[in-house]
């Protein structure tokens, strides 16, 4: 049996939420054990703490949001993934604002940050729940799919398909929690450039540029919408490479939109509150999906263990 983690030290990493547009300091702080993952808004009277719970979410356009009384923190997907990736159990995780910081779109920063401080054993035994009864979720008005198998460990088999000329399908595959760090920790979040000026007429992806997504252009372009594009993304320029990315930049992973897609699935079913095994797999999943997958599981746990997870 293997014992819960946390980190040795604290550590803070600073930037912007790629929504709100807001600078964010947010600082990782050792736990103790069976506390789990929480995040603690600073900035508010108090110091309210916000669990990363399924049943905390109350948002999921454009990434995920939970909230407990007045307290929120938005697009928790990234950090989380990373928590789990580092294989921690305990984590209070400090924030002076109501949006992570995207940084460069991936997991990737805060996985650096976490290794950095280091990784501790505790004095408790964790508590892994074999789910042995297929979960199934099917939502078709977004044509997604998602089931969770019995299997000895954890593993995501991702699909996408987004019927593009610029992103074909593509799929990926994350064999063990272990291999997220290497593997699929450097992928990062990308965007259609159709997309683009509907998000920020509603008044999202407000601390977006190149440098923390990857951008398809899925149009043909003019100068003067180039021209436009390199003012909202603050740049002197913006240019389309051949294979239809903005601005030339160089994809971390061949399949790194797939890549990503299983990150955020990876970050979004720690919302079920318990580590557990199984093969994941995902048809087309979105942030929507995944929550209502991981509310799924966590109620199949509760009723194969007789126990309440929150």
């Given at each position: 049996?293997?014992r819960?983690?946390?980190?040795?030290?604290?550590?803070?990493?600073?930037?912007?939420?790629i929504h709100?547009?807001?600078?964010?300091?947010?600082?990782?702080?050792p736990?103790?054990?069976k506390?789990?993952?929480?995040?603690?808004?600073?900035?508010?009277?108090g110091?309210?703490?916000?669990r990363a719970?399924a049943q905390?979410?109350f948002?999921?356009s454009?990434?995920?949001s939970?909230?407990e009384?007045?307290?929120?923190?938005?697009?928790v997907e990234?950090v989380?993934?990373a928590?789990l990736?580092?294989?921690?159990?305990?984590?209070?995780i400090?924030?002076?604002s109501e949006?992570?910081?995207i940084?460069d779109?991936?997991s990737?920063?805060f996985?650096?940050?976490l290794q950095?401080?280091g990784?501790?054993e505790?004095?408790?035994?964790r508590?892994?729940?074999n789910?042995?009864?297929?979960?199934y979720?099917?939502?078709s008005d977004k044509?997604v799919?998602m089931?969770l198998v019995?299997?000895e460990?954890?593993?995501?088999s991702?699909?996408?398909?987004?019927?593009?000329?610029?992103?074909?399908?593509?799929?990926?595959l994350?064999?063990?929690?272990?291999?997220f760090?290497?593997?699929f920790?450097?992928?990062?979040?990308?965007?259609f450039l159709?997309?683009?000026e509907m998000?920020?007429?509603?008044?999202?992806?407000?601390g977006?540029d190149?440098r923390?997504?990857?951008?398809?252009?899925?149009?043909?372009?003019?100068?003067?919408e180039?021209?436009?594009l390199?003012?909202?993304?603050?740049?002197?320029?913006?240019?389309?490479?051949?294979?239809?990315?903005?601005?030339n930049?160089?994809?971390?992973?061949?399949?790194?939109?797939?890549?990503?897609?299983?990150?955020d699935?990876?970050?979004?079913?720690?919302?079920v509150?318990?580590?557990f095994?199984?093969?994941?797999?995902?048809?087309k999943?979105?942030h929507?999906?995944?929550?209502e997958f991981?509310?799924?599981?966590q109620?199949?746990?509760?009723?194969?263990?007789g126990i309440?997870?929150?």
């Open positions: 049996m293997s819960q983690k946390t980190i040795r030290e604290p550590i803070e990493i600073q930037g912007k939420g709100t547009g807001c600078m964010t300091t947010m600082r990782f702080i736990a103790p054990p506390q789990g993952y929480s995040f603690c808004r600073v900035d508010l009277p110091k309210p703490i916000v719970l905390n979410v948002d999921t454009r990434g995920t939970i909230r009384g007045e307290a929120i923190v938005r697009t990234h989380l993934a928590v990736g580092c294989d921690l159990d305990n984590i209070m400090e924030i002076n949006e992570t910081p940084l779109g991936s990737a920063p996985t650096n940050i950095k401080a990784i501790v505790q004095d408790a035994i508590i892994e729940y789910v042995q009864k297929k979960v979720l099917k939502d044509d799919e089931w019995p299997d460990g954890y593993r995501i991702t699909m996408v398909d987004y019927n593009s000329k610029v992103l074909s399908s593509q799929n990926a994350l064999k063990s929690i272990s291999d760090n290497a593997e920790s450097k992928a990062r979040t990308f965007v159709s997309e683009v998000l920020l007429q509603r008044k999202l992806i407000q977006g190149i923390n997504a990857v951008v398809f252009v899925d149009r043909m372009l003019s100068q003067d180039l021209d436009h390199a003012t909202v993304f603050n740049q002197p320029k913006v240019n389309v490479l051949k294979e239809g990315v903005l601005n930049i160089e994809l971390n992973y061949p399949n790194e939109p797939a890549r990503h897609k299983t990150l699935v990876f970050g979004d079913l720690c919302l509150g318990c580590r095994t199984g093969h994941v797999i995902a048809n999943p979105g929507k999906t995944n929550v991981a509310k799924m599981i109620n199949q746990i509760q009723k194969t263990y309440e997870i929150a």
